[in-house]
């Protein structure tokens, strides 16, 4: 038959793995450790030579129902689940790397994970922050010892989007692992897989849950690196093809010894939450074009990040590369109009620093999740102190457009 396409495939995900008493939706698995019959199966378990479960930290079929949705939403090879979107990225980073070994990242970072990666500095991983969004800059920043290349693909809070297929054909000529956060697009706008991502990261806390009630995240592994060609692969995770050493030592290294491990429920709630991705993302990024498009006109805005306004610097690119122009704005306002009189003002728009939650959300980035950063940093991100980021939800257009006319005009 033929390939189906997003929400047909993820629908019926669970159901296809032939779970217990032909339920619709994996159950809720919440057994901590698995017992056998014989000793035997249990230690072919261990060994990786059956299929099977030992003990939750690891792996669990609520879990593994989960990973699977993912790697289908992906296109990928195989998904590993953690608690949060951060334990994805900090436990595959720290499963993969080595002291001596060196990271070229875009310099348009989520804060925490710019917090993180001077965290991996610390401990002798080196970190260059290049302008992702030339891939000239990324190839002038790697060096012998680089191992890996870190990007998001719109970037928090200004929307600036990477240079994301150059860099995937850089990557692929010079053996580095790309590893992509699609967070802010997630796999219903974008597949990393097409601009030749090695390793995929998803924040599940975000568009794929949706409801904002269970924190989540996911590393896929596209199937694309060649794993034989990375020097940090442990001996005892080279005994089957090539294809699952990396996923194997992110497991083993990241998930089971540092034991990030996602709770069944959470990963029961983000997996009802991803059903419905498609609908409610394709709602948010329609009313997030039009916002953008109100703020733009708007004598009280200075100015508008959105990839969706032909005057972003990376338009062209995220027409040919998303099928929409992503949930995520900011707006600079005018000096006549304080960002705190404004977000109070918004009725509909809540002040608070989640995103990709089914209800609009604000906030001042500058005072609140890009404070630690000191007003450098910031300022070479392009963050302004009156910039207020909209993580723009499903409610009614006419609603919204409404609101923020209003709210504009205090
Ligand atoms: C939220 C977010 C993360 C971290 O995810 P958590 O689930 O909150 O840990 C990582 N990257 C991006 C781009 C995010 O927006």
């Known amino acids: 038959m033929a390939k189906k396409q997003f929400t047909s495939t993820i629908l019926h995900a669970d159901r296809k793995g032939q779970p217990e008493h032909g339920v619709l939706h994996k159950p809720i698995h919440t057994s901590v450790a698995y017992g056998y019959e014989d000793a035997r199966e249990l230690v072919e378990v261990f060994q990786n030579k059956r299929q099977g479960y030992a003990y939750s930290r690891q792996n669990n079929p609520t879990i593994e129902a989960l990973a699977n949705k993912i790697t289908l939403m992906e296109q990928g090879l195989t998904s590993v689940i953690f608690a949060t979107g951060m334990a994805a990225i900090s ?12 990271i070229v990242s875009s310099a348009f970072l989520f804060g925490n994970t710019n917090s993180l990666f001077n965290t991996l500095n610390n401990l002798g991983i080196g970190i260059t922050f290049v302008d992702a969004t030339d891939v000239t800059n990324v190839e002038a920043a790697i ?4 191992k890996l290349v870190f990007v998001e693909t719109i ?31 997630s796999p219903c706008l974008f597949l990393p897989i097409k601009v030749k991502a090695s390793l995929i990261i998803n924040s599940l806390t975000k568009y794929i849950g949706g409801h904002g009630n269970a924190l989540g995240g996911s590393v896929t592994d596209t199937g694309l690196y060649d794993w034989s060609s990375f020097d940090n692969i442990y001996d005892n995770y ?26 069944p429920e959470s990963a029961h709630h983000l997996s009802v939450g991803s059903d419905t991705l498609q609908m409610r993302i394709n709602h948010a990024c329609d009313n997030a074009l039009a916002i953008a498009e109100l703020c ?15 005057t972003h610097p990376q338009h062209d690119r995220a027409r040919e590369l998303f099928k929409h122009f992503g949930a995520i704005l900011s707006i600079e306002l005018d000096d006549s109009l304080d960002c705190f009189d404004f977000l109070n003002a918004l009725e509909l728009v809540v002040s608070s620093s989640n995103l990709g939650d089914n209800r609009s959300l604000g906030i001042p980035v500058a005072h609140t999740i890009y404070f630690e950063m000191g007003p450098e940093r910031r300022a070479s991100m392009g963050i302004a102190d009156s910039l207020v980021r909209i993580s723009v939800g499903i409610e009614e257009k006419a609603d919204l457009l409404a609101d923020f006319n209003q709210a504009l005009a205090i």
């Open 91 to 102: 436990s595959t980073l720290l499963a993969l790397l080595r002291s001596g070994d060196h």
């Open 155 to 185: 970037a928090n809070p200004v929307t600036q989007i990477a240079d994301l297929s150059a860099i995937g054909s850089l990557c692929e000529k010079q053996k580095l692992i790309y590893f992509v956060d699609n967070t802010m697009t």
């Open 238 to 263: 080279k005994n089957k093809e090539s294809a699952q050493w990396g996923i194997t030592q992110i497991r083993k290294k990241g998930l089971r010894d540092f034991g990030a491990a996602l709770a």
């Open 296 to 310: 733009d006109r708007h004598p009280k805005v200075k100015k508008v990040s959105y990839p969706g306004l032909s």
């Open 143 to 146: 060096k012998p010892n680089t």
